[in-house]
């Protein structure tokens, strides 16, 4: 049933009775003193938490021109794994399995045919056992493993995936490293920003990481990831489509002796207020905004040593995973681009290591903005990764229907299962 005229207009008058505060030019503005003011570098507690590596500054470049100028990079591979996501069962276990793929430009058969697949298992029931050796399926192509999770029963959903996820996608970037001959984009952020929260959550969560080995192999595999391609001078760089960070918006609300107002929920929200660009027209009901969509605009690289990018930074402890290179080699550097077609903002991210010689650093930014404007989004090669390791929803229901024959237990259903059982996938 569709709302009648009468209740939508109901509903949109409600919007009358609330004052949104600070109108967009002032926004804007307020956008711009914190650029010209606050970044060079953000410091809290009299660390710095954000500085550029080299010249702070927003650049533009036409949407056309940078999508016919010559490659950087001659090929490029891409990585993402897919989950069902988390199902409890009726006996008590809660399951997730995570299925990791590499995609490849030029094309390598072969390679798309790899799948690196891991089940995650927990129950408050200490006496299950499972078997967590590595094995091999389809002709040796793929491995698989099962891993079981300790009694975690508040977070148990979230643990469970999170360690599907990291765990598949690490092991098979790190098995197939070596056919990566330019350019490795992982689809998501450089290392598990989803783990690497963990610790700011709950203390029970906190002691996990520190006592359970799990977590700290999974974040060892990225560091070591990290490692493996700056021996063979390859670079790898992460590709974040929906950043939501808050290291910036956060410090500036922190700050006592600066009288200033953060309206931005996230630093995303900042940023594409810093880089959209247009101009006020009158229109029949005033004045509005309107969007140049002809260029992308971006900014420098910032080195970020805040947040969930701490425990990376020189100064943090990486969960107590041995660096083998000078700890600023694995220190996260990111620059954002922003795409007025879309209206959208991407964070791309990249170890020290790799940003800290200009000549490398303008040539992953040259790419990077070349595959957004050809895709009109994200990069073509993650757009592939992504599809190589997507599970279907019909093949998430069948999966989940085979584990219930498996364990001999229904799936735990609530009402909305059954609500949405009918709707088309």
């Not at 999508?67 to 009726?90: C, M, Q, V, W």
């Not at 000549?359 to 990077?368: A, F, G, N």
């Amino acid at each position: 049933m569709t709302l009648d005229p009468v209740h939508f207009d109901g509903i949109a008058r409600l919007a009358r009775r609330i004052d949104h505060g600070t109108d967009e030019r002032d926004r804007r503005a307020l956008a711009e003193t914190v650029w010209e003011a606050f970044l060079d570098p953000l410091r809290h507690d009299e660390r710095s938490v954000l500085e550029p590596v080299d010249e702070q500054a927003r650049r533009l470049v036409d949407c056309e021109g940078v999508a016919l100028r010559d490659r950087e990079f001659p090929s490029e591979h891409g990585l993402d794994a897919g989950t069902i996501n988390p199902t409890t069962f009726k006996n008590g276990l809660v399951v997730d399995i995570a299925q990791a793929a590499m995609s490849a430009t030029p094309s390598d058969l072969d390679l798309h045919r790899s799948r690196t697949t891991v089940m995650t298992v927990h129950s408050n029931d200490e006496t299950m056992m499972v078997d967590e050796t590595w094995g091999t399926f389809d002709a040796g192509y793929s491995q698989s493993r099962a891993v079981k999770i300790p009694p975690l029963p508040r977070f148990a959903e979230g643990v469970v995936h999170a360690l599907a996820l990291y765990l598949a996608e690490s092991k098979h970037a790190r098995d197939h490293a070596d056919t990566v001959s330019d350019l490795l984009v992982l689809d998501g952020p450089l290392y598990p920003r989803g783990l690497l929260r963990w610790a700011d959550q709950h203390p029970d969560l906190a002691d996990f990481l520190l006592e359970d080995p799990r977590p700290t192999t999974v974040l060892e595999n990225y560091v070591r990831l990290v490692e493996d391609f700056v021996e063979r001078d390859v670079p790898l760089v992460g590709f974040v489509k929906n950043p939501a960070t808050r290291v910036l918006t956060r410090t500036l609300q922190s700050k006592r002796d600066v009288d200033i107002s953060v309206p931005w929920s996230d630093d995303s929200a900042l940023f594409t207020r810093l880089l959209e660009r247009g101009e006020y027209v009158d229109d029949v009901d005033g004045e509005r905004w309107e969007r140049d969509t002809s260029s992308l605009s971006y900014t420098n690289w910032f080195r970020s040593r805040g947040g969930v990018d701490r425990p990376l930074s020189a100064e943090g402890d990486a969960l107590g995973v041995e660096r083998r290179l000078d700890r600023e080699a694995y220190e996260v550097t990111f620059f954002v681009i922003y795409d007025p077609r879309d209206d959208l903002l991407y964070r791309i991210e990249a170890p020290y290591a790799f940003t800290r010689d200009p000549e490398r650093r303008e040539r992953l930014t040259m790419q990077l903005l070349q595959d957004v404007a050809i895709a009109h989004g994200p990069p073509t090669i993650v757009a592939k990764a992504d599809e190589l390791a997507r599970i279907s929803n019909s093949e998430k229901a069948s999966l989940r229907e085979t584990l219930e024959e498996r364990f001999d237990a229904a799936q735990d259903r609530t009402y909305d299962d059954h609500r949405w059982d009918d709707q088309p996938y």
